[in-house]
């Protein structure tokens, strides 16, 4: 097919110019590439090549200083900054938080040649203006801050001096540099020929060095626009050519070279909506699937505008797809191999000698740690599992001597996870780099993980350069400021995927086509947001002072996507343009102006179909949720049956069988974690073994007003250590855990005031027993297996006479939340289980204990200790009866029978009961 770079080389070849006396110029070392592949293909004879140059290798070879990377110019900044700021300078930390934006700012004035002396007094003048004060005087904090928008313009001088004297310099600078030294160049490349080729968007250094040249060497430049852009009032892809024809004095003399007419030629175009990235990745694979057997994937190129479509990208391509060839940046924060040490220097935030248990755990949940312990994901498991079976909130180092006895993995931990307190920034770094090539030889002998290696190479690099600035200037003083750094690295610095542009299917970002045609094109991510980017204002400077000075804003940031979108559309001929329709997604939902205007400005020879795909959804029979009972699940009810169904375990069944088919059948549990703030189970365990201790020594005593102040008096020390005992984090006893330790204490203070109440009221107590384990048969005929019901009795009392068995609840109970209106209820409906179990307790207690009389069984709530012993009751108003006969007793075995008869039924399957 033609192509722009095609035609630029077959222009110049046409005028027979030494090669040698010839240097092409275009805006990307990508298109150096191709460029140079059409040279060496349409250039029949043999002999030298002609010097090719990006825009950028040309410039910096002129300006005769290197560009240095963004991290040496950020540290060279803040080692300028603080030389030139004798009195309370920023640390480093706070300087990240500025310096980036500052860096930017000084290279857009010097690439756009902004006097410096005229634009540092606009933004102070704005700040002044923009101060929150209309005070005459200002505070300190307002001084402070103005005073850095004062020192801006100083700042500037100093830096621009600091990095000349040692040849290195940011874009701006070189381009400045570049201007200085242009003279020179002129006078020694008279009879030297320049071609420049596929520019838009120049900085005003770049058009006076094109201009320059243009003027005093034998020169040209090749445009790669359309007629139909051209031609339009307003179309933002052809914003920057219609300026640089209006303006340059060249084209008072000279005719623009070229403006086609390609854009205008048939075209089949399909506009895609589908949700969210997979599915645009899995659209892709398809079509590229289709180019593959017609055989045009060479002649196809994919666009990824948003970088993070590229791993599912390549998850989805054919194995058949032999050749691909990805040339693009993918954000350093999306590989795998970032959050490793996101999560590992998180860890060393804190300055104490201890790490946070989540910290950990997500740290040693990373795949990738495994590999550190002998690729034995195991060991990982195993020490997270410590943590969770001993709810330990904050680690130490003693705490792994505690967790194994393995001294291999201890030594690694220890290797890992020394002390926080002794470990600098620059070892941190250190042992980053050691643990990158712990990870490189393991993925090193597995074939299929090269794209790991390269992730691995990458983050390896940084921690080199790292090391080097924190060597040569020691800024990083704490893991504060390195994790901050970090963090600000990971959002700036991409992976850059380099492979051979020449051969198989091209992905490549936006910026990455330039200059380049494809027969077949799919761009992916055409959402507003993400094509064009939209606005976008890291800088100081406002945006009111960028107009007045001509420094570009976010339009013409937005024009320059307009050209690369268009200007890809003119020779191809096929072209599949995907967006995101999920509204829920980030820069997700919204197609596009771009794909707006294509639909309203096409010419008739265009053929588009717009259309909106999503994976067929059918919604499912709603069919009730149930679990039949087959000879397996049978064989284990038994089971449980012969080991006892406890009151709560029948309980359960009442509120939903299928949930107690899966605790009690499958033994699914609720997943273990660490228990941080004390919960309302744990905080009820710690009451009942505190009230248990206390009660043991009086067991078969009447109560007396001695005893209980006895027992007051030993409230904290019990408290302290059953508290120890069942939360092992008293050490951090801070914030809602003390909270609930004070109110502990509190409940069981309150309890034995209400005990001595009752005896001051002439009632006499009892103490029967303290946390009686009750395990009975449950006999019936009915039933052809050994059922055992089993149970922990918190309580039983005689007062006043009157037998009583008692069921502590650290939560709220009401007399309506243990009366119930029949039997048939109190088996059916979830509202009466609290009644349930405490009349379960009742029968089995009569059952393995003799009871000549009527007995009651209730709650005591500490919520509402003032309701005192809230007995169950049958019956509804004044016709309550709470007194347990032996007529009811009957009534609850009858009860019980029938209960689990059901659930030991094998035509009744565990049905999921909705809760309403």
């Known amino acids: 097919m033609e192509t722009f770079l095609g035609n630029v080389v077959a222009s110049v070849l046409k005028k027979n110019i030494d090669p040698r006396q010839l240097t092409f110029i275009v805006p990307s070392k990508r298109a150096v590439v191709f460029l140079k592949d059409h040279y060496i293909q349409l250039n029949n004879s043999i002999g030298f090549l002609p010097k090719f140059y990006s825009i950028e290798e040309f410039i910096e070879g002129l300006s005769g200083i290197k560009q240095a990377p963004n991290l040496v110019l950020l540290f060279e900044l803040y080692d300028c900054y603080k030389t030139n700021t004798p009195n309370n300078p920023d640390n480093f930390e706070t300087f990240l938080g500025w310096g980036q934006t500052l860096l930017q700012d000084f290279n857009e004035i010097d690439r756009y040649l902004i006097e410096p002396d005229t634009i540092f007094p606009y933004i102070k003048a704005i700040k002044e203006i923009d101060h929150w004060s209309l005070s005459e005087n200002l505070t300190p904090l307002q001084e402070s801050h103005l005073s850095f928008w004062k020192t801006l313009g100083s700042y500037y001088y100093q830096y621009k001096k600091h990095l000349l004297d040692k040849e290195i310099g940011y874009q701006g600078l070189v381009y400045i540099q570049a201007l200085e030294n242009l003279e020179l160049y002129i006078q020694n490349f008279r009879n030297h020929t320049h071609v420049f080729a596929g520019f838009n968007a120049l900085n005003k250094a770049e058009e006076r060095i094109i201009q320059e040249i243009l003027h005093n060497l034998p020169a040209s430049i090749f445009w790669d626009t359309d007629k139909a852009f051209l031609q339009e009032k307003d179309h933002d892809a052809s914003l920057f050519l219609k300026s640089h024809f209006s303006k340059w004095n060249y084209y008072k003399k000279n005719t623009p070279e070229w403006i086609s007419n390609n854009f205008e030629n048939p075209k089949n175009i399909e506009i895609t909506g589908l949700p969210k990235n997979i599915n645009q990745a899995k659209y892709i694979s398809n079509l590229l699937?289709?180019?593959?057997?017609?055989?045009?994937?060479?002649?196809?190129?994919?666009?990824?505008?948003?970088?993070?479509?590229?791993?599912?990208?390549?998850?989805?391509?054919?194995?058949?797809?032999?050749?691909?060839?990805?040339?693009?940046?993918?954000?350093?924060?999306?590989?795998?191999?970032?959050?490793?040490?996101?999560?590992?220097?998180?860890?060393?935030?804190?300055?104490?000698?201890?790490?946070?248990?989540?910290?950990?755990?997500?740290?040693?949940?990373?795949?990738?740690?495994?590999?550190?312990?002998?690729?034995?994901?195991?060991?990982?498991?195993?020490?997270?599992?410590?943590?969770?079976?001993?709810?330990?909130?904050?680690?130490?180092?003693?705490?792994?001597?505690?967790?194994?006895?393995?001294?291999?993995?201890?030594?690694?931990?220890?290797?890992?996870?020394?002390?926080?307190?002794?470990?600098?920034?620059?070892?941190?770094?250190?042992?980053?780099?050691?643990?990158?090539?712990?990870?490189?030889?393991?993925?090193?002998?597995?074939?299929?993980?090269?794209?790991?290696?390269?992730?691995?190479?990458?983050?390896?690099?940084?921690?080199?350069?790292?090391?080097?600035?924190?060597?040569?200037?020691?800024?990083?003083?704490?893991?504060?400021?390195?994790y901050r750094l970090y963090t600000d690295i990971l959002t700036k610095e991409s992976l850059d995927f380099k492979g051979e542009p020449l051969e198989g299917l091209q992905i490549m970002g936006m910026l990455e086509s330039r200059n380049l045609d494809f027969e077949n094109l799919i761009i992916a991510s055409v959402n507003e947001g993400i094509l064009p980017s939209g606005k976008n204002n890291n800088s100081f400077i406002p945006y009111e002072v960028k107009k007045a000075v001509e420094l570009p804003t976010y339009k013409e940031k937005d024009a320059i996507y307009a050209y690369h979108f268009y200007r890809l559309l003119q020779r191809a001929k096929n072209i599949?343009?995907?967006?995101?329709?999920?509204?829920?997604?980030?820069?997700?939902?919204?197609?596009?102006?771009?794909?707006?205007?294509?639909?309203?400005?096409?010419?008739?020879?265009?053929?588009?179909k717009s259309s909106i795909l999503a994976p067929k959804i059918t919604p499912p029979d709603i069919i009730e949720l149930k679990i039949d009972k087959t000879s397996t699940t049978m064989l284990r009810l038994k089971e449980v049956a012969a080991k006892g169904f406890s009151p709560s375990?029948?309980?359960?069944?009442?509120?939903?069988?299928?949930?107690?088919?899966?605790?009690?059948?499958?033994?699914?549990?609720?997943?273990?974690?660490?228990e941080e703030t004390v919960a309302a189970n744990t905080m009820g365990t710690i009451v009942h073994a505190v009230l248990e201790e206390m009660y043991?020594?009086?067991?078969?005593?009447?109560?007396?007003?001695?005893?209980?102040?006895?027992?007051?008096?030993?409230?904290?020390?019990?408290?302290?250590?059953?508290?120890?005992?069942?939360?092992?984090?008293?050490?951090?006893?801070?914030?809602?855990?003390?909270?609930?330790?004070?109110?502990?204490?509190?409940?069981?203070?309150?309890?034995?005031?209400?005990?001595?109440?009752?005896?001051?009221?002439?009632?006499?107590?009892?103490?029967?027993?303290?946390?009686?384990?009750?395990?009975?048969?449950?006999?019936?005929?009915?039933?052809?297996?050994?059922?055992?019901?089993?149970?922990?009795?918190?309580?039983?009392?005689?007062?006043?006479?009157?037998?009583?068995?008692?069921?502590?609840?650290?939560?709220?109970?009401?007399?309506?939340?243990?009366?119930?209106?029949?039997?048939?209820?109190?088996?059916?409906?979830?509202?009466?289980?609290?009644?349930?179990?405490?009349?379960?307790?009742?029968?089995?207690?009569?059952?393995?204990?003799?009871?000549?009389?009527?007995?009651?069984?209730?709650?005591?709530?500490?919520?509402?200790?003032?309701?005192?012993?809230?007995?169950?009751?049958?019956?509804?108003?004044?016709?309550?009866?709470?007194?347990?006969?032996?007529?009811?007793?009957?009534?609850?075995?009858?009860?019980?029978?029938?209960?689990?008869?059901?659930?030991?039924?094998?035509?009744?399957?565990?049905?999921?009961?909705?809760?309403?």
């Open 649 to 674: 375990s029948l309980a359960k069944y009442i509120s939903n069988p299928m949930e107690f088919y899966q605790q009690y059948i499958l033994g699914i549990r609720e997943e273990e974690t660490v």
């Open 576 to 608: 599949h343009l995907l967006y995101n329709t999920e509204p829920d997604a980030l820069n997700g939902g919204e197609k596009s102006r771009f794909l707006q205007q294509l639909e309203s400005f096409s010419p008739n020879q265009h053929s588009i």
């Open 696 to 916: 043991l020594p009086v067991v078969g005593q009447f109560l007396s007003e001695i005893q209980l102040s006895k027992m007051r008096s030993t409230i904290e020390t019990l408290t302290l250590k059953h508290f120890q005992a069942f939360y092992k984090n008293t050490s951090k006893l801070t914030g809602k855990n003390l909270i609930i330790y004070e109110v502990i204490k509190k409940y069981i203070d309150k309890f034995l005031s209400m005990e001595s109440d009752t005896l001051k009221k002439g009632i006499t107590i009892k103490v029967v027993d303290v946390e009686r384990k009750v395990n009975i048969p449950f006999k019936s005929e009915k039933i052809p297996f050994e059922i055992v019901l089993k149970g922990t009795v918190d309580r039983i009392d005689i007062r006043d006479g009157q037998l009583c068995i008692i069921d502590y609840k650290t939560g709220k109970v009401e007399a309506k939340d243990v009366t119930f209106p029949d039997w048939n209820e109190l088996i059916t409906n979830a509202s009466y289980t609290k009644a349930f179990q405490l009349l379960t307790y009742a029968y089995m207690y009569t059952q393995e204990n003799e009871v000549k009389d009527e007995l009651e069984v209730g709650n005591i709530s500490f919520k509402k200790l003032s309701a005192g012993f809230i007995p169950a009751s049958l019956g509804v108003s004044r016709n309550k009866v709470s007194k347990i006969s032996k007529e009811m007793l009957l009534e609850i075995e009858l009860a019980l029978e029938i209960l689990l008869l059901e659930i030991l039924n094998p035509e009744i399957p565990f049905k999921n009961k909705k809760i309403e």
């Open 289 to 482: 699937n289709r180019y593959a057997e017609n055989g045009t994937l060479k002649h196809t190129a994919v666009v990824l505008s948003d970088e993070q479509l590229l791993l599912p990208l390549l998850s989805n391509i054919s194995n058949e797809i032999e050749a691909v060839n990805i040339t693009m940046g993918y954000p350093l924060q999306e590989t795998p191999i970032a959050p490793i040490f996101s999560f590992y220097f998180k860890l060393f935030l804190n300055e104490q000698k201890e790490w946070y248990y989540k910290d950990i755990i997500g740290f040693l949940s990373l795949p990738q740690i495994a590999i550190l312990f002998d690729n034995k994901p195991s060991v990982t498991q195993n020490l997270i599992q410590y943590l969770y079976n001993n709810n330990i909130s904050y680690v130490t180092n003693s705490t792994w001597l505690d967790c194994t006895n393995d001294s291999q993995v201890i030594k690694t931990l220890h290797w890992l996870l020394p002390n926080s307190e002794s470990t600098s920034p620059l070892q941190l770094i250190q042992r980053s780099r050691e643990i990158i090539n712990s990870l490189k030889n393991y993925y090193s002998q597995q074939s299929t993980n090269t794209i790991l290696l390269e992730y691995l190479f990458r983050f390896y690099e940084l921690f080199n350069q790292l090391e080097d600035l924190q060597l040569s200037y020691g800024f990083i003083s704490s893991t504060k400021s390195l």
